[in-house]
């Protein structure tokens, strides 16, 4: 419709439209709101200065350029958006309005609209729509930058006939989040065909087991691509070793335990619905244009929710680890960061919060906990002192004038090695004592630090040729504190992802262990509140 009508605007019309258009933004220049047939438009800053430096001409006369943005601004849907935050409603009515009455107001209008709404899913691309660090403590990772030729852009989308290219250019350019947005599509076709099968409740399920809701776990995983539609049995109720291969497909994709049995774990898995799956597809798509827009080419990646670290180099994976992260109330922090140096035989100094809440107890209870623990005690200045000499029952949070420091050793809370990259948090990778942990499933059992299983594997990889066990060995028996430094620094990452995807369209979701998805999600499906964006 849009573009039949503006085909048919007069020279005249055309003038007169320019003109309303700049006298709408002179006006709300000086009332610091620009506002388009009662509508706020978003962007303050950049907008105004396009219209000037294209002396207030209507931007979109070219009936090409009109169809890719309204197209670009429906399809923002499949970003896991909401097209209707960027004025649709508001410019679909106004269009069906001047089909017959071409009021040079509301084309004023449309286009000034059209123009905010660009803008806007521009910085939704780049940005993304959620702020992360107002609704949830504990996310750090600097913001990304806007464009600062951002009226350039747009004109020169505009003037080329770019307005696709330019859009797809601002979105992450990292394989997850285009193998996300697919996984999104596929999703969202499951859904429309009614879903997938629920599992009722009954006997573990399990190789060799005859169960009548086996038949339902073959349909569930032939729609989730778990199990080959091609394989047939003669026996669908049978859970015969195709199905404990779909089972333990579907258990990896899920990072749970890869047993091949549907016990009860599992089967809370298998019954989460295809709405809350598209959900959290879209919440980690937003996160993901928070922070993938610019990867360096090699970096240490730490997933909290999936309890795994990984080192990436190009696009391949070259090094993958089992962590343990922050406990729910001792929670990991999402930030980057720099390893720089690497210590074999750390010490461990006790964080003032666990001295005074949970080893000063412990003493008061026990007076030869710290030379169990192979604790040593210093004043403020850094003396060591003798244990013996204090009166530790006199002692609470509100005059505790000491530091508590655990000696190097197999017995240290940080293991054999810690992995340094200073901030301001004191989190880091490091060893531990307690490995029978990492078999667990739910591996959150820190005070925020990330614990790391395949601690030698890391160490060599990033150092390279120049050690090896030998020269490892010979260093940790002597307990000597000892630090290397990294030739050249990489780049650490702790972030968030409750769900995936490879280069396969293959789907990987995790337990969202610390509760964040819900708040994201709400802030996502809410309209836009007013902000200046560019």
Same mark, same amino acid.
């Given at each position: ?18 003109? =309303?258009? /700049?006298?709408? +933004?002179?006006?709300? @220049?000086? &009332?610091? #709101?620009? %506002? ?5 438009? !978003? ?109 350039? =852009?747009? /004109?020169?989308? +505009?003037?080329?006939? @770019?307005? &696709?290219? #330019?859009? %797809? ?5 990292? !394989? ?359």
């Amino acid at each position: 419709l849009f573009v039949v009508f503006i085909s048919l605007i007069s020279n005249s019309q055309e003038s007169r439209v320019n003109e =309303i258009i /700049k006298i709408t +933004i002179e006006k709300g @220049k000086k &009332t610091n #709101t620009i %506002a388009a047939g009662g509508i706020v438009l !978003f962007s303050q800053g950049v907008l105004p200065e396009f219209y000037e430096q294209t002396e207030y001409q209507q931007a979109w006369s070219d009936p090409e350029n009109v169809k890719e943005l309204l197209f670009n601004l429906n399809d923002s849907y499949n970003e896991g958006l909401t097209p209707d935050d960027y004025h649709l409603l508001h410019i679909n009515k106004l269009i069906q309005e001047t089909q017959t009455d071409k009021d040079p107001q509301k084309l004023a209008y449309i286009d000034l609209l059209m123009t905010d709404a660009a803008l806007l899913y521009a910085s939704d691309l780049i940005l993304g729509k959620v702020d992360q660090s107002k609704i949830r403590v504990g996310w750090d990772v600097a913001q990304n930058n806007l464009p600062e030729d951002s009226e350039s =852009i747009l /004109k020169n989308a +505009i003037d080329n006939n @770019k307005v &696709t290219e #330019t859009f %797809a250019s601002l979105k992450p350019d990292h !394989f997850m989040y285009t193998h996300l947005r697919n996984g999104l599509r596929m999703y969202r076709e499951i859904q429309k065909n009614g879903g997938w099968p629920g599992v009722p409740d009954g006997q573990v399920l399990k190789l060799g087991v005859t169960d009548s809701r086996v038949k339902i776990l073959r349909s569930y995983f032939e729609i989730t691509g778990d199990l080959s539609a091609y394989l047939i049995s003669e026996n669908d109720s049978l859970f015969d070793d195709n199905v404990e291969k779909a089972v333990k497909r579907f258990q990896l994709r899920h990072n749970l335990n890869q047993d091949g049995i549907v016990g009860k774990g599992t089967l809370a898995i298998i019954n989460v619905t295809i709405e809350q799956r598209i959900n959290d597809i879209r919440v980690n798509m937003e996160r993901a244009r928070w922070v993938i827009h610019h990867l360096p080419d090699d970096f240490l990646i730490v997933n909290i929710a999936g309890f795994n670290v990984r080192r990436i180099i190009g696009d391949s994976i070259v090094f993958y680890s089992r962590v343990i992260v922050g406990k729910h109330y001792h929670e990991s922090p999402i930030f980057d960061g720099k390893i720089t140096y690497i210590e074999l035989n750390p010490t461990w100094t006790l964080p003032y919060s666990i001295a005074i809440k949970e080893t000063l107890p412990k003493i008061k209870k026990n007076p030869n906990y710290l030379s169990e623990k192979h604790m040593i005690v210093l004043d403020r200045s850094g003396n060591e002192l003798d244990p013996s000499s204090i009166d530790f029952n006199s002692l609470s949070g509100k005059n505790f004038p000491y530091t508590f420091r655990q000696k190097a050793g197999p017995h240290n809370a940080l293991g054999q090695v810690k992995f340094m990259f200073p901030n301001k948090y004191a989190v880091y990778l490091h060893d531990t004592p307690s490995r029978s942990l990492f078999s667990r499933e739910k591996r959150a059992f820190s005070h925020g630090c990330i614990r790391l299983d395949r601690k030698w594997e890391l160490f060599l990889n990033l150092m390279g040729d120049d050690w090896n066990m030998e020269r490892i060995d010979k260093i940790v028996k002597s307990e000597k504190t000892t630090i290397v430094k990294l030739k050249k620094p990489i780049e650490i990452i702790l972030l968030y992802w409750t769900a995936g995807a490879d280069r396969q369209d293959n789907l990987y979701f995790n337990e969202d262990v610390y509760d964040r998805d819900n708040a994201v999600l709400e802030q996502l499906n809410k309209p836009h509140s007013f902000k200046k964006v560019f």
